[in-house]
């Protein structure tokens, strides 16, 4: 058999993997693996998507107007330069499409998101891993390892998994010390978490070179309904509206996500209660002896002493009905990634930590 080629970079591409949902053989298990919110998203959120199945036989609009103006006033953003896309992944990926391909490089951190390496080599771009330090993104490493060839450099703030951020003027240190050529990718899925962060809102409207991309998928609960944003410079977001599907985002998403970004209080409530249970949780497994970097999203990073403990735990959590997610794929073998659940989810994960490390002793 003859295979025909696909264009370079493509089959260099191990596939994203998801966080698994369920457990052979045991019922009533709690899903910690993909950084969810518990709660879901807001009354007003299902109501509308309720009412868009009435009106399922219209294409939707393609210019996305009414959610870009519900965007821009909830964030004090001008709508001209939001771009909505599937999920974020897609702007990440429209970036890399439009901005990198066959000898250009792209930069990512050592436990940054797949995503990024993924979408470069899906455009024949070659990624470079750039070293961070004690799992913070290092902006001195990474303006060291910029070249010629460099093009765009993404990072996530906070970072996921790591749950780390860099402040606002490290931030604006990167921007303003890259080479020319390089668009800034400042990734804030967990923005929301943060209190009094714009997720670098500001900067993108101080420069022409960074862009930030959102999303639906974590405080809003809206992963299923696939929904995500920029914010860049208008020259940017002309170059990807360009290659944009114009009819990308169903009604069904668009009228969704519009009246969840509306509920501001629904937004305020799921950051308090994760501010709280995450704080607990974190406490509760460094009393166990399994410590954690101070996150400022969804989720906590605990690390084990060796891979083979974290690995152990991860079957013992599993037996015992909870899915966390491994992360050696993040150059973090020894550690796992623990979404912060509702309150009973908390304590179940916790005691179950517990209950692993006297056994372990
Ligand atoms: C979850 C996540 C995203 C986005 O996901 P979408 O569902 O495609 O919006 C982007 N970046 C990071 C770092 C994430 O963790």
């Avoid at 240190?173 to 943060?194: C, F, I, S, T």
């Avoid at 623990?338 to 005691?351: K, L, M, N």
Wanted: aromatic letters at 6%; glycine letters at 10%.
């Amino acid at each position: 058999m003859t295979k025909i080629k696909p264009q370079p970079g493509i089959l260099d591409i191990s596939p994203y993997v998801g966080g698994s949902s369920k457990v052979d053989g045991v019922e009533n298990v709690v899903k910690l693996s993909s950084n969810e919110n518990p709660f879901g998203p807001s009354e007003a959120a299902k109501e509308a998507f309720r009412k868009a199945g009435f009106d399922l036989h219209r294409y939707p609009s393609t210019g996305h107007e009414k959610l870009r103006a519900a965007i821009g006033e909830v964030h004090g953003l001008d709508p001209e330069r939001v771009i909505c896309g599937v999920g974020s992944d897609e702007i990440l990926s429209l970036l890399c499409q439009a901005y990198a391909g066959p000898g250009d490089e792209v930069i990512h951190t050592e436990h940054g998101f797949a995503i990024y390496k993924i979408s470069a080599q899906a455009n024949g771009a070659t990624p470079v891993e750039v070293r961070e330090r004690e799992r913070v993104t290092d902006v001195d490493a990474i303006l060291a390892a910029c070249t010629k060839q460099t093009k765009l450099v993404f990072i996530a703030n906070p970072n996921n998994p790591t749950g780390t951020m860099i402040g606002e003027a490290e931030l604006g240190r990167l921007a303003e010390k890259l080479p020319k050529q390089v668009l800034l990718v400042v990734d804030g899925a967990y923005a929301e978490y943060v209190e009094n962060y714009d997720g670098g809102a500001a900067l993108v409207d101080m420069r022409d070179n960074v862009v930030m991309t959102r999303t639906f998928s974590k405080l809003y609960g809206l992963g299923g309904l696939r929904v995500g944003w920029g914010y860049g410079p208008a020259h940017v977001i002309d170059v990807l509206n360009r290659i944009r599907g114009p009819f990308n985002l169903s009604t069904a998403a668009l009228v969704t996500a519009e009246a969840a970004v509306r509920d501001i209080e629904w937004a305020a409530k799921c950051r308090a209660d994760n501010t709280r249970l995450r704080a607990w949780l974190a406490e509760a497994l460094a009393e166990k002896g399994v410590p954690s970097d101070t996150s400022t999203a969804n989720f906590i990073l605990a690390r084990f002493a060796s891979q083979d403990e974290a690995e152990a735990c991860d079957e013992y959590l599993k037996s015992e009905g909870l899915i966390v997610r491994r992360v050696a794929g993040y150059n973090l073998p020894h550690c796992l990634r623990i979404t912060i659940g509702d309150e009973p989810s908390c304590r179940r994960v916790a005691h179950a930590i517990g209950q692993f490390k006297e056994g372990a002793r």
